[in-house]
């Protein structure tokens, strides 16, 4: 018989594991799972099925029997059109075979690139509100995350300024995103310039994800990676799950000076192996055959984007026309709530579902996400809703 011991047992889970968070969106989507008939506008994922040549790709894999590992790297096919793609759309060429990785999405590629260049206590900074993620993937990988906010008034865009002002010696790197979830915000070219010099002067590491990058309503898309001197300090991060509507098939990549890619490959050699076979063929469909879809995609968005941002500035909700990405990020600190509390009583009273801005820092604080990733009516229903919210709530 085994005995019942007195003493404490050992604690099981990791010190710096324990004290994270958990999403702030998954935890009000858990909310929204458990009602009925709830119009949701939180959801960043496209609304499109992945168009069908890519899927076919796919299909025609497996027929072909096409069902086993590949390079740890990711196939040479997909490797060689991913550089050409990089090079033709963002002005920055890569070695495809030694300085371009395959990844499970971004999400993995994040998780890698951090724990390939953070050394305990190393700060990495990032500009907040952002993706629930980058804090938490800094924080797994033992280095420090280090907040720089951005406002409203600079259009959610990042002020060298206050760049600059966060750079410590224990700096190791810069996490940027744009266009920007939640905001939709991009960087003008004048802060890039100042940001990149910046970079170059203390020494930090680039980390740029571009997912939102082909979803661009005004001017063309920049990427920091093609700037002087930005190349070999940079990790460009892209994928397919936004503009080709592929978020289930999670292929995404990372680009980059030789010696961070082998050290990421060497974190996925050992942990994933290599990304679905299937999914490459698809995501080299894409590449290949994919780009009129995605300007329909980019299209339909830019309607529903004018859509959704006049709704808004209607009923007295102060809301910024974003210029990428699919999301809006309407300021309601007039309606005198909380973000949280302004999504809660919507949902209960309304059942439109919409992100509270401080799930993405405190930053977010006084503002709301709404994805316009989905069909015309139900943005026009939401917004409905939304108006009849606000008047039964004296507003």
């Known amino acids: 018989m085994m005995k019942d011991c007195s003493f404490p047992r050992k604690k099981y889970v990791a010190d710096h594991i324990e004290v994270l968070p958990k999403s702030g969106i998954r935890a009000f989507f858990d909310l929204v799972s458990t009602m009925k008939n709830v119009i949701s506008l939180g959801v960043g994922e496209p609304d499109f099925s992945t168009p069908w040549t890519m899927r076919e790709a796919a299909i025609y894999s497996l027929e072909r029997g096409r069902t086993s590992y590949t390079s740890n790297l990711g196939t040479p096919e997909l490797r060689q059109a991913i550089c050409q793609y990089v090079s033709n759309h963002y002005q920055v060429s890569y070695d495809w075979q030694n300085e371009c990785l395959v990844t499970i999405g971004v999400s993995e590629a994040l998780d890698i690139v951090m724990r390939a260049i953070i050394n305990p206590g190393d700060e990495v900074i990032y500009t907040e509100p952002c993706f629930v993620s980058y804090p938490a993937e800094i924080a797994m990988a033992h280095g420090i995350p280090v907040a720089v906010p951005t406002y409203e008034k600079d259009a959610f865009a990042l002020d060298p300024k206050k760049l600059r002002s966060c750079i410590t010696p224990k700096s190791k790197a810069l996490l940027l995103n744009f266009p920007c979830n939640p905001t939709g ?76 890619i082998d050290a990421m490959m060497k974190i996925h050699q050992y942990s994933i192996m290599c990304a679905s076979v299937m999914s490459q063929e698809a995501a080299l469909e894409a590449l290949k055959n994919g780009e009129k879809e995605m300007e329909n995609m980019r299209e339909s968005y830019r309607e529903r984007r004018n859509l959704i941002v006049d709704g808004f500035n209607r009923m007295g909700l102060p809301c910024l026309m974003p210029k990428g990405a699919f999301y809006v990020f309407p300021n309601i600190t007039s309606t005198g709530m909380t973000s949280e509390e302004f999504a809660r009583k919507l949902l209960e009273k309304e059942k439109v579902a919409v992100v509270p801005g401080n799930a993405f820092g405190s930053s977010g604080e006084g503002f709301i996400r709404c994805s316009y990733a989905t069909s015309i009516k139900q943005i026009q229903v939401a917004l409905e809703r939304i108006g009849h919210f606000l008047k039964s709530e004296g507003i």
Request: a negative charge.
């Open 185 to 260: 915000a991009v960087l003008p070219a004048k802060e890039m310039e100042e940001i990149a010099r910046i970079a170059i002067e203390n020494d930090l590491i680039v980390i740029t994800d571009e997912i939102y990058s082909e979803l661009l309503y005004e001017g063309e898309h920049r990427s920091i990676a093609a700037l002087p001197g930005m190349r070999d300090r940079t990790v460009f991060l892209h994928g397919f799950s936004k503009a080709f509507a592929m978020t289930g098939w999670r292929v995404g990549y990372a680009c980059g000076p030789a010696e961070i």
